[in-house]
């Protein structure tokens, strides 16, 4: 039986940048059944759904947590964005209470890159950044 661990708004809805015509965009995080985990076949570890009520990626934990120690935003964003959490089980939560010590030096210039790519996009669709902040 799959197991959810963490579902939460991301995206514009979770920074307050969202307009009008913005969708919601959820991330969520299960645990794979033991014995697919632990079987010869291969689990799916991602994969993304637009349903009506707003597009839905999900991760495996384990996808999420080789995500996590490479520093990818997106991962380490389900540590940080405690207002749009709809759902969180006690082992993330836990992480959560950590995070700092989850962070590194070498993780900096990643996140720059996200940073700088998601203000960019943000000036090509016309968003006044400064309005924002």
Known sequence: MVRTLFK????????????????????????????DFLGLKHIKDAWFQTR??????TWEV??????????NPAAIEVLWVD???EF???????????RQNLLS???????CGFADSQYRKLIQHGVRVEDKL
């Open 105 to 111: 030096k070498a993780m900096v210039p990643r996140y």
């Open 83 to 85: 207002y749009t959490v």
């Open 52 to 57: 009506e009520e707003g597009d839905i990626t």
């Open 62 to 71: 384990g996808k999420w947590c080789h995500l996590l120690l490479q520093g």
């Open 8 to 35: 939460g708004v991301t995206g514009s809805h979770a920074y307050g940048i969202a307009t009008p015509e913005s969708d919601i965009d959820y991330l969520e995080i299960i645990q794979a059944p033991t014995q």
């Open 88 to 98: 969180i089980c006690p082992e993330i939560e836990t992480l959560c209470m950590k």
